[in-house]
């Protein structure tokens, strides 16, 4: 089955940095494109970077010049680095990929920039 399990993140201060981790299976990887979404307290779920199989990405301007997504199609993962961190970026961060007709969604990980 298709399972994507996240990692990497924490609490860090203002200006600080984090890589978040993105492990995916049950996929021929190389072929598909993931996403890295935030969910912060009160708020709608969105996309904060997206890299398909031919390695080309896309970010939002809220995230843009800082994050940068990037994948190792040897180890099945997808990453995010996350630099010049703010407050406003805390949130819970999922990957996903969408296959087989739905969305597939990792468990999430806290990220917390303090001020």
């Known amino acids: 089955q298709v399972q994507l399990v996240e990692s990497g993140g924490g609490l860090v201060q203002t200006g600080g940095s984090l890589r978040l981790s993105c492990i995916v299976s049950?996929?021929?990887?190389?072929?598909?494109?993931i996403d890295w979404h935030r969910q912060a307290p009160g708020k709608q779920r969105e996309l904060v970077a997206t890299i398909n199989g031919q390695g080309n990405t896309y970010y939002p301007d809220s995230v843009k010049g800082r994050f940068t997504i990037s994948r190792d199609n040897a180890k099945n993962t997808v990453y995010l680095q996350m630099n010049s961190l703010k407050p406003e970026d805390t949130a819970v961060y999922f990957c996903?990929?969408?296959?087989?007709?739905?969305?597939?969604w990792g468990q999430g990980t806290q990220v917390t920039v303090s001020s």
């Open positions: 049950g996929i021929i990887f190389s072929r598909e494109g």
């Open positions: 996903k990929v969408y296959i087989y007709g739905r969305h597939y």
